[in-house]
Each structure stands twice: as C-alpha cells, then as structure tokens.
C-alpha cells in the first residue's frame, strides 16, 4: 500500500501497488464520512501495523488507536493504552505504540486476539475480542532481561500469528523465542523456546562475499518473524541496516545521513527439533515479505509474478521516523526487493536506497509504504 492521495472534493484515494501486475491501482474512499475527517485520518495517525486486510492505527498525542480496513471503510475502535504499565524512567512521555497484528479480521469477534508492542522498553500486550466496548489491554511477558551483570528491558522486537499452530510466536532483541496460546483469554500460557543455530559463523554465513561480511559487521541486525501459512512453517529474518551517521549535524546525537538495507539472512526454525536451520542460498522458492506489517511467506512465487527466493521489504520500525518528524531528511525510503540467491538488490516500484549509494538523491515517503493483504 502506499501513501494516500486526495482526490476530487479532498476524498481519500488509496493508492496500491499491485506487484503481480505491475501498476498502481486507485480505490477512492466509498465511505461516508466527514471531509475533515477522512483528511485527518492518514494526516494525524500513523500507521503500526498490517495483517488480514486491516490497518492498525494510532494517534499517540490523542491517545486513540483503532483498525481500519480501506476496502470496506469500517473501523473498529481499540481500548486505550494509557492505563498500561512503562517503566519508570519514561513516566513523562508518551506510551508509544510500535506494532500490532491480530489474528484474524476483528469480525471474527469471538477469535480475534490483538498484540502489540508499547512503550520505549517494546514490552508486550494483548487485547482479546477488540471490538468489544469491554476490550482491554493486559500486558504479558517478562519485563527484564539478565546480561552479564546488568538488567535490561527484554525488549520485544517482533511477533508473527500462526493459524495453523494457533500461537503466536515472538522473538526479543537478545534472540529470546517464546510461544504463547490464547486458548483461554484470561490466562494465556507462554512456552519458552531453546533453539540452537547449525552454524557456528552465525548470522553471517558463508554465502556471503567480504564486502557483504564488512558490511554486516558495521551494521544493526533487526529480527523479524515470518510465517508460510500455507504450510505453517516458520522463519526468522535478520535484516543488516547500515547505521546513519550521528554528532555530525547541528544538534548533537542528530540522525543526519539515510540509513540503508545492505543484507539478510534467513533461518528456518525447526520447533520439532528446537533448531535455527540456516538457508545458505536459497528460500526454498519463497517470496518473504517484511516490514511494519504481519511477517508472512508465499509459496509458488513465480505462479504469482512474484521473484522466488526473495525478500520483499519495506522500512523497519526501528528506523523510521516518527508521523510527526516530518522535518527530518531519512526515512521513508528503505524498500525493494534482495535476491536471497543472487544477494543482490532491485526496487519495487519506489527506487530502493540499497540500491543507490547517493544518499542525497534518495526521497522520503510519507506515510512509508507498507504491505497490504485483502
């Protein structure tokens, strides 16, 4: 999906880029609702989130949070999540919200489990049924992490639902993985997973050239979960970002040079056996797709003019910047297309910063594209 546009009257337009056919389809707002508010809707919430055909949604200074489904133009409200818990030293800020998923569409009331990731820490909470006037947030997982002698957030970087496992699956910065089941609502169990790499050069690989390796070693790793419904198989993505350059702008610890995708790599997670099975070359003919939205995989990519063996990628939300930092000269431009056999890059549609080394030349996007699923 990519940014709105306003059409005749200031009516919404959204804009989707059909990758199969290869051009941009326009669908205007059939709803009807007021004008200011079908203006203010993309211009004051920012997007956290992508799965089963609905947006997540959020307006941190307004404390509002909701899904939208831009097809049907029903939206369904989300409690508030300024009653959940942050830790001390944030007190004065705003809860932020980073990313949220549901299970399914939110018109299977009695299914439907919502989980997201708050707060500068990224703890972890749940609402079951959110269409509900009673819905709650109830917030799950450990607080903490124990590292050498210190005591850190532990810090949720990314979750994927299953349908056919019915869990959801979640992975910590430190590489932390955990399984929970919503089976009961009200005391839903959490299973630990050990897994252990089959490779000892882990997350490098050896499929990759030394200028591919130099470049991962001066780059921040971000994990990312991914699941193939069709066959419930389950992978976990590091994403390589080259750092943006800091302390050399006018304000000291300012982000002041694009960052920039310059690598992955994929592992298979075997749960039968608790391993990380290192894919060396190929995807096994998958199209992964990554970004804010709902890590999913897709089989029989050529079938679907897809490119096999490719990881399809919008910016991360660790990188880009806030709605609100409209000033600032990245983000909003992190996507395309890596060719996990090739390791190379292309852009999909919008020109790919991996695959430009003129950072000046590089345009941000505002609001950043973001995978959409009917």
């Known amino acids: 999906m990519l940014p709105p546009t306003f059409g005749e009257n200031r009516k919404i337009v959204y804009n989707f880029y059909s990758i199969s056919e290869d051009k941009v389809v326009n669908l205007k707002n059939r709803g009807g609702g007021e004008e200011e508010e079908e203006i203010e809707l993309f211009d004051k919430h920012e997007i956290v989130g992508s799965s089963h055909g609905w947006l997540a949604l959020c307006n941190h200074r307004e404390e509002q949070q909701f899904l939208y489904n831009p097809l049907s133009n029903r939206r ?41 990731s708050y707060s500068m820490d990224e703890r972890l909470a749940f609402c079951s049924c959110p269409s509900r006037a009673a819905a709650e947030w109830t917030p799950i997982g450990e607080w903490s992490h124990a590292f050498e002698d210190k005591t850190l957030p532990r810090a949720y970087q990314d979750f994927v639902y299953s349908g056919k496992h019915k869990l959801f699956f979640c992975v910590t910065e430190f590489g932390d993985f955990e399984a929970w089941d919503f089976k009961d609502p009200n005391s839903p169990e959490m299973t630990p997973m050990d897994l252990k790499s089959d490779k000892d050069n882990y997350p490098y690989g050896s499929a990759c050239k030394m200028e591919e390796y130099m470049l991962k070693r001066e780059s921040k790793s971000v994990k990312y979960l991914v699941v193939a419904e069709q066959t419930g198989e ?19 610890g300012e982000k002041t040079a694009p960052y920039m995708t310059v690598s992955f790599d994929v592992h298979k997670i075997d749960l039968q056996n608790g391993e990380l099975i290192y894919m060396e070359s190929s995807l096994d003919g998958l199209a992964i797709f990554i970004g804010i939205n709902h890590g999913f995989a897709i089989s029989a990519a050529e079938e679907l003019k897809l490119s096999p063996n490719s990881i399809y990628f919008t910016d991360s939300k660790e990188y880009c910047p806030r709605y609100w930092d409209k000033d600032r000269e990245y983000g909003g431009h992190d996507n395309g297309v890596f060719n996990y056999k090739t390791r190379t890059f292309s852009s999909c549609y919008f020109p790919a910063a991996a695959t430009n080394s003129e950072t000046q030349s590089i345009k941000r996007i505002v609001p950043p594209p973001i995978w959409f699923t009917p």
Do not use: W
Not at 94 to 110: F, H, R, V
Not at 234 to 252: A, T
């Open 76 to 116: 369904v409200e989300l409690p508030p999540i300024d009653a959940l818990p942050v830790h001390e030293d944030y007190e004065d800020y705003c809860t932020p919200l980073n990313k949220l998923i549901i299970s399914c569409s939110p018109e299977e009331q009695e299914h439907c489990v919502a989980m997201m």
């Open 234 to 252: 389950l992978f976990l993505v590091r994403r390589f970002i080259l750092n943006p350059e800091y302390d050399s702008g006018p304000v000291s």
